[in-house]
């Protein structure tokens, strides 16, 4: 991971019960763990997370997909529950640590 994504705060882009990997956080990566159902949401509807902010704090690229996955850590205790694997490209870009 990147200093400047350690150093980012994003918030989920489009938050929702869809299971496209970038409406709600899950678990573990979409299909990246054996006999796991691939729909092993953390949340199921992010729809209330609209305010919620996150920091990154693990990243990984399924290697078949080649998509690149992050675990978000929320800002606020509020959010907590919904910290979990998303794909990178379902969040935006908010502003830096220092900078919400």
Known sequence: MSQT???????I??????????????MDPMY???KLNHDDRQV????NYG???FRLDRI???????????????TEPAYTVAN????LD???ATGTVTNQ
Request: hydrophobic residues 25%; without cysteine.
């Open 5 to 11: 994504q350690k150093d980012t705060i994003y918030r």
């Open 13 to 26: 882009t489009t938050p929702g019960i869809a299971n496209d990997g970038k409406s709600a956080t899950y």
């Open 32 to 34: 990246t763990q054996y």
């Open 44 to 47: 199921d509807n992010t729809s």
């Open 51 to 53: 305010p919620a902010r």
């Open 60 to 74: 990984g690229t399924r290697t078949q997909e080649g998509d690149t996955w992050v675990y978000i850590v929320a």
């Open 84 to 87: 979990g694997w998303i794909k």
């Open 90 to 92: 379902g969040l935006t």
